[in-house]
């Protein structure tokens, strides 16, 4: 099981937060990199943001400044807080988790964003 599972998702009003988080079989230091992308209704998947290795971090353009990207070395786990959501943001969000040039996605978790 390579395969890394997400969880947080649901249902948040604009202007909400929330935070999901994604699991992943291995120690996060084996791993190259983790992370999250997302397809939102009628848009290809997008990436997101980045954690590596070394715990540094990347965030598309369109979620820098409401969106952080951390993770717990102890258990495995990265988490995406996201604050001030709008109905841009509302979409799959998927994990994914990069080892030696391998890419593994999670089955995604939706976000709902009401108005």
């Known amino acids: 099981q390579v395969q890394p599972v997400e969880s947080g998702g649901g249902l948040v009003q604009a202007g909400g937060s929330l935070r999901l988080s994604c699991t992943t079989p291995e120690s996060i230091f084996s791993l190259d990199a983790m992370g999250w992308s997302r397809q939102t209704p009628g848009n290809q998947r997008e990436w997101v943001a980045t954690?590596?290795?070394?715990?540094?971090?990347r965030y598309a353009d369109s979620v820098k400044g409401r969106f952080t990207i951390s993770r717990d070395n102890a258990k495995n786990l990265i988490y995406l807080q996201m604050i001030n959501l709008s109905a841009q943001d509302a979409g799959v969000y998927y994990c994914y988790r990069i080892k030696g040039g391998d890419m593994y996605w999670g089955q995604g978790t939706q976000v709902t964003v009401s108005s």
């Open positions: 954690i590596t290795n070394d715990g540094s971090t």
